[in-house]
Nanobody
């Protein structure tokens, strides 16, 4: 069993930066594809960024060039560096670890960007 705990959310002005972290328990972290998702009120949860076990990355078009995902397998952590934040980035951000059939989610951290 893997537990994921997010941290780093908060309130920031538009144009500012935040760095989200996700810490994982267990010994299988290095095998997981790790992703950051977000869900704004009234919206579906959407994939923001993803990094595979081999380090390949994917970004949603809406965050490309502003967000950077990284992982540290030695520390069982994944980070999301968010720069040039916009009010539309406001959402609860979730960390996900996936290695089918295993699918793990964190509890979420709130990010609020004021205009």
């Amino acid at each position: 069993q893997v537990q994921l705990v997010e941290s780093g959310g908060g309130l920031v002005q538009a144009g500012g930066s935040l760095r989200l972290s996700c810490a994982a328990s267990g010994s299988v972290f290095s095998f997981l594809t790790m992703g950051w998702y977000r869900q704004a009120p009234g919206n579906q949860r959407e994939l923001v960024a993803q990094i595979t076990s081999s380090g390949n990355t994917y970004y949603a078009d809406s965050v490309k060039g502003r967000f950077t995902i990284s992982r540290n397998n030695a520390k069982n952590t994944v980070h999301l560096q968010m720069d040039s934040l916009k009010p539309e980035d406001t959402a609860v951000y979730y960390c996900r670890g996936l290695a089918v059939p295993h699918d793990y989610w964190g509890q979420g951290t709130q990010v609020t960007v004021s205009s």
